[in-house]
């Protein structure tokens, strides 16, 4: 009963620096997000996919990239860390089956950027 | 564009004391509201979905009811354990992977 697995926990990075932040779930969803949450702010939607192989912009894409090549995990990765990606990082999850079906979230990355 | 906003930003409640936490949408076509719970160094933990005006959804002292234009989350007699942030999202163009999400309220109940 793992769920949504977020590696690391928590990371510190100076600026211009690269890392790429893990995501991988057991529930065989197909679709999987991204989500950043800043203070005062709600999550926002920064990459998301709809199954392997297919992935798309949400509301704040810029600096990040990902790519899905299972359907079981997600990475996202910065390619030059800025402050202003200081932030905690979550990856959700959800299945095409039924109606309005819940994304699934994991316990987040706390990433700090220097 | 879609806009989701919570009220209050905060609350202080006794325990014991019932409330509710509002949440209003601005939506092209609702389908879902979702609502979850965030406790502090977590992720948000689903509590309930929503979906037509008049429906209602129970989980222990938790009421979710939704209307056209808002959601309401009702807390009857909260204990300190129900303390969390409690947020509202919208799938965005209906898809339940890209929310759309409120700021979220800040639930304190002391005992």
């Known amino acids: 009963n793992a769920g949504v697995t977020q590696t690391p926990k928590f990371q510190v990075l100076k600026t211009g620096q690269s890392m790429t932040l893990q995501c991988a779930q057991d529930?065989?969803?197909?679709?999987m997000s991204w989500y950043r949450q800043d203070p005062g702010m709600g999550l926002r939607l920064i990459h998301y996919?709809?199954?392997?192989?297919?992935?798309d912009q949400g509301e704040v894409p810029n600096g990040y990239n990902v790519s899905r090549s299972t359907t079981e995990d997600f990475p996202l990765r910065l390619l030059s860390a800025a402050p202003s990606q200081t932030s905690v990082y979550f990856c959700?999850?959800?299945?095409?089956?039924?109606?309005?079906?819940?994304?699934?979230f994991g316990d987040g990355t706390r990433l700090s950027i220097l | 564009e879609d806009q989701v906003t919570q009220s209050p930003e905060a609350l202080r409640l006794q325990e014991g004391e019932s409330s509710s936490l509002n949440c209003s949408y601005t939506?092209?076509?609702?389908?879902?509201l979702f609502w979850y719970r965030q406790d502090p160094g977590k992720g948000p933990e689903f509590l309930f979905t929503?979906?037509?005006a008049g429906e209602e959804k129970e989980k222990e002292r938790l009421k979710a009811t939704l209307t056209k234009k808002e959601s309401f989350l009702h807390i009857t007699a909260p204990k300190p354990e129900d303390s969390a942030t409690y947020l509202c999202?919208?799938?965005?163009?209906?898809?339940?992977?890209?929310?759309?999400f409120g700021k979220g309220t800040l639930l304190t109940v002391n005992p």
């Open positions: 929503l979906y037509s």
């Open positions: 999202a919208v799938p965005r163009g209906g898809s339940n992977y890209k929310l759309t």
């Open positions: 939506v092209s076509g609702l389908r879902g």
């Open positions: 959700a999850s959800s299945t095409t089956q039924g109606t309005n079906q819940p994304q699934h």
């Open positions: 529930m065989n969803h197909e679709y």
């Open positions: 996919s709809v199954g392997a192989g297919i992935t």
